[in-house]
């Protein structure tokens, strides 16, 4: 997968020097009306995120790639922990799984939702990282681990930012999706499915980090 980053790093660096960006029309109404017309949803924020400022956007989601990578290395060398901390007693278990429950919900909401209203992918995925958290303080770290490799968590999050970084350069290029309705769920082109595969990102290398440090720290 290190090939396959460094050539899509490549490629935007190439984007960047030869394919110029859409050139905008100024008009007399307000920059956050600009905005939401520009973008065609009614989250004025989803639209500078996901389209106004998208170049930060992205080098946002592989500074958090590369700090995973970097936990990783980090304690690769360390023994792992033979004390792992967990809550035992059955109120706070229960306690702590009806807050990841809760959780889980409000990330499946702000991941499909945040165009429309105020949150987004990197809301969406700390709230599903939370979920995770939860359920690792309260649960095996073995069963933890072994649903971790059966879903293959660590190759859906490589894919899901290389997917994002590919549908970013298409849209930098100049090349939209139908706005839709504005206020529809499907609406606003590309950024509702920009918002998903940040929160799977965000989600799923917050469960790598914990894993990584319940192993070598015992406790998160």
Not at 58 to 68: G, L, N, Q, R, S
Not at 116 to 121: A, E, R
Not at 165 to 192: N, R, W
Request: charged letters at 15%; proline letters at 4%; aromatic letters at 10%.
């Amino acid at each position: 997968m290190k090939w396959i980053y460094i050539a899509a790093g490549i490629a935007l660096y190439f984007k960047m020097l030869f394919i110029p960006n859409p050139s905008p029309e100024l008009t007399d109404i307000s920059i956050v009306e600009a905005v939401v017309k520009d973008s065609g949803v009614p989250s004025a924020v989803a639209g500078i995120i996901l389209r106004n400022r998208l170049y930060d956007t992205i080098f946002e989601v592989i500074v958090f790639t590369i700090a995973i990578l970097g936990a990783g290395y980090l304690l690769a060398n360390e023994k792992p922990s033979c004390n792992i901390y967990q809550f035992c007693d059955r109120p706070s278990i229960v306690l702590a799984r009806l807050g990841a429950t809760i959780a889980a919900i409000l990330s499946i909401e702000l991941a499909i939702r945040g165009h429309l209203s105020p949150g987004g992918g990197f809301a969406a995925g700390v709230a599903g990282g939370t979920a995770i958290g939860l359920i690792a303080i309260t649960s095996s770290s073995h069963w933890m681990q072994d649903i971790y490799q059966r879903w293959r968590a660590a190759i859906l999050e490589k894919i899901s930012v290389l997917i994002f970084i590919v549908l970013s350069v298409i849209t930098l290029a100049g090349i939209e999706l139908p706005h839709g309705e504005m206020g529809a769920l499907f609406s606003g082109g590309i950024l509702p499915l920009l918002n998903i595969l940040v929160a799977a990102k965000v989600a799923l290398g917050s469960w790598a980090v914990v894993l990584i440090f319940i192993r070598y720290r015992g406790l998160l």
